[in-house]
């Protein structure tokens, strides 16, 4: 696999990064994913503009214009043959020669590299058409979870946690209402309403999540972006996800208990038809 580092792209096993790197330090990181669908990318603008604001909150330097960014992933997408699957990107404040907790000045360059990873059949996953099933544990991140950081030690946790109950994700708890999940935005749905938190430090907002609200509100569809508790959402007709590399994934059980039917409902079907098909289509 070719990678990109700092100006270059490199085979993986001579790519390197500095022991001094703060992101390898300090998680003092920012990063995208970009799902590449058909060889393309979608929803680029989106996921530029956010990373420009995670730098922006971070007062980190900026490693490249937008134009430069385009042409390394697509460099990269090209370079690898991705058909489906996605491109990462992290930028961290980089390697200043001692290790300190203050930042370091202009002088030190930021780090950029980029990688990429194959998912055939991403848009057919097994899993849309079982659902999936999750389970709530507190959530225990730090307060600016809009900046899209790499401290991604309690997600990681969270997955574990979920994986040990057999059970394929957790929807995080803050003061009884769900916030998210561990990498995706969380949704139930009641009667004809889509509800999901509204945004703010206490989320990520989801370049997914954009999409899936507008494209809802174009079918007619009802949406409420406010907290919902984990009993509404233990009351729910159908619950799913959004995120950039699993799209729309319907949930079907949390805690232990069955939705509905215990089967994806057809809100989920249908906003993740939408999706994918306005994906492929906007994709450049
Ligand atoms: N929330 C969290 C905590 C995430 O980590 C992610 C994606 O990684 C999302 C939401 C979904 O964001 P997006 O739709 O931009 O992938």
Redesign the pocket.
């Known amino acids: 696999r070719i990678v990109y580092v700092n100006g270059d792209y490199l085979p993986e096993s001579e790519a390197k990064v500095s022991v001094f790197d703060r992101g390898f330090l300090m998680a003092d990181a920012v990063y ?2 970009t ?1 590449v669908l058909g060889g393309k990318l979608v ?1 680029f603008d ?2 530029t503009t ?1 990373l420009r604001r995670s730098l922006s909150e971070l007062d980190m330097p900026s490693p490249a214009t937008d134009e430069d960014l385009l042409a390394i992933h697509r460099e990269l997408v090209a370079r690898n043959g991705i058909e489906d699957g996605m491109v990462y990107l992290q930028v961290t404040r980089g390697a200043p020669s001692e290790r300190d907790f203050a930042y370091p000045d202009a002088s030190v360059p930021p780090t950029l590299v980029l990688f990429t990873q194959a998912k055939p059949g991403l848009a057919d996953s097994p899993l849309a058409r079982t659902g999936m099933a999750v389970i709530s544990i507190p959530d225990q ?1 730090w307060a600016r ?1 809009d900046i ?1 950081t790499v401290q ?1 030690l309690y ?1 990681s946790m969270g997955k574990m946690m979920a994986k040990a109950q057999g059970a394929d994700d957790a929807w995080m708890i803050e003061d009884g209402v769900v916030t ?6 969380a949704y139930i749905v009641k009667g004809d309403t889509i509800v999901t938190r509204d945004l703010g430090p206490h ?9 899936v609200l507008r494209f809802a509100a174009e079918s007619q569809m009802k949406v409420e972006e406010r907290p919902f508790t984990l009993d509404e959402a233990l009351a729910a007709d159908e619950a799913f ?6 799209f729309v994934m319907p949930v079907v059980r949390i805690d232990g208990r069955d939705l509905g039917a215990g089967r994806p409902g057809p809100v989920a079907i249908r906003l993740r038809e939408i999706y994918i098909e306005e994906s492929r289509r906007a994709a450049i």
């Open positions: 995208e994913v799902s929803d989106g996921h956010r991140r979870r899209k991604l997600p998210e999940g561990t990498s995706n935005n989320i990520l907002a989801g370049i997914t999540r954009a999409a996800i959004t995120s950039a590399t699993t």
